[in-house]
């Protein structure tokens, strides 16, 4: 099956069953970071900091291409939703189209600019291991593969906005897989393969989504909707620029807040190396909140951009109402367990004495805002469903920014380092409230143009 109807049918089975693979798709990507990172550590400190260093312009590449995949899901949704397969399968192709050209561009500055981005790092020499010469090395692998690191996340967005987040899933799956195999091989050497570093790291990286990307490519042969042949035809200037219109606001947000984490990392540097480590901890720890959010978020965009499709009102606001229930319940478990278990979860991670107060500290703190923030990004969801990508990239933006004075200013308090947690609970607590008195006004006085559509049910 390539797509689902979420404009008939059980809504809270279709939020979950669409949800679950996405969630797991998210984890995945956890779980590449997590692999390069064990078998890169036994390199040694020098190659972590190289390839650690290099992640921050992949972090601020897969910002740039969530532009075409939120552009993807909204658009492809909503057109399914009107029944217009030819819309379906343009956006799909503007889409595509969009993110190999800037995949492409991004690629070329990569490798061209490898050496002034990481020379600016100054990371030097650690042990005898040359951090900037390692560093660059990984870099221009990464841009020399970009193309197929970087589109995968849009044809996720296609699929899911035509409600099948199964085979993005299945595809992730069989990358991580190779991934695993391949980094330890690469890194270290085995048989005919030579011990290659870090760039092995970075080979194995390009490899396993070079996988993944022929693995979407041969199931657009199978898709009844947009067909392979249908990605590689000329793709409308109109419809280019309307995934760019949707998508750019998300993607604005998540190169803001890459930079804003950088800001708040420049603070907490200041007290030294426990509450950097206890920060690094915790957002991991922290991650199983919001990645489950996101999963249920992007489900309720596709959901909401289908029946918008429909003009069905009445399925957008149940879809919504379903959705924050879901995740109120989940919202609140993850308060409870951050707040009251947050010392036997931090000492999984950190054992050592005078780290655990500072661990279970950041987790009650971050713990009062995880409803909070479970409300924001679900919210944002709908919010995106609808093609109205601005208010909650703004609300995003501008609090999120607004952590940096906060945290100055309470750090300057009796509060110590704390006070950067206070920052950033306290902006998830507004963030959350403030996108839902933005929401639930626009869709109470929402109404269509043309009335509700008689669409048909997609066969």
Known sequence: MTHTDLTQGPIFKQLVKLSLPIMATSFMQMAYNLTDMVWIGRVGSGAVAAVGTAGFFVWFGNALHFSTKIGAEVNVSQSLGRRDMDAAAGYGRSSFR?????????GLFLVAGAKALMGFFDLGVDNGFDVTAASIQYLRIIGAGSVFMFVNPTLTGI???????RLPFLFNAVGLVINMIMDPVLIFGFGPFPALGVRGAAIATILSQLTVFFLFIHSFHRNRIIALKELFKKARSRRMANVLKI???PALQNMLFAFFAMIIAKILSGWGPIPIAVQKV?????ALSWLT???????????????????DLYRIKQGYKTAMGIMGVLGLAATGLLVFAGEPIFRVFINEPHVIPEGVLYLKILGYSQLFMAIEITTAGAFNGMGKTLPPALTSIIFTGLRIPAALLLTSTSLGVAGVWWSVSGSSIVKGTLLVFLFIPYISHFRFRKGRAKAPPLS
């Open 98 to 106: 969009l993110a190999v050209f800037l995949a492409a561009v991004y």
């Open 159 to 165: 699929y899911n906005g035509l409600g099948n987040s």
């Open 247 to 249: 998508g750019m606001p």
């Open 282 to 286: 915790g957002s991991q720890i922290e």
């Open 293 to 311: 959010a996101g999963g249920i978020a992007t489900s309720l965009g596709a959901f909401v951009g289908q029946n918008y499709g429909a003009k």
